[in-house]
């Protein structure tokens, strides 16, 4: 997603919050910094775009991770992806009270992580931008417009070769071309589109 891929990492354990930083920038993502309490995790936050966070539940200072979201939604609602070594029900509870995308247990690999980022980018844009862009649909065919409609209700490929009966290769090759007729670099970025 080219206009959103500014990510705040709030991790207060130096060699996770660098190892992160460079698989952010492996998957074409942008670690505008990285913050091990909730007032570097502010400044941050008040002085760059930021699209996402990733943010460590238990982090040094008076306030937690959960705490320091909080704080930061007051400023501007951004989607949060939890990390933690603990997945016990009460904390998972508590981040239900901000704008959770997600919790991943460390340790986590590449893979979950951009599944994970592209799965609350895409839940929070379709949540926040309910238009949809019909100028944008204009581009595409009829069998296009079908599966951009789907791949916007969060649908999978496999889910929509059977809903449409066609095979999962053309879909794929469907998903290229409709990549590459919009100029999207990512299923992400194209549903952002849809929804302006």
Known sequence: MNDYKNILVIEDESLIAQDLSYLLQDLGYNCIGIAKNYERAMLLFN???????LCDINIE?????IE???ELNNIKKTPTIYLSAYSDHNLVSRTADTE???????PYNERSLDVAINVALQKFYKENNTEVNKDFLNNFT????????LLAAGKTSSEIANILFISTQTVSKHRSNILKKSGCKSSTE???QYYQ
């Open 47 to 53: 002085t760059n775009d930021v699209h996402l966070i």
């Open 61 to 65: 200072g008076d306030k937690d991770g």
């Open 68 to 70: 320091t979201v909080l």
């Open 100 to 106: 959770s995308y997600g919790y991943l247990v460390k």
């Open 142 to 149: 009829t069998r296009e417009v079908e599966i951009i409609k």
């Open 190 to 192: 194209l549903i952002h």
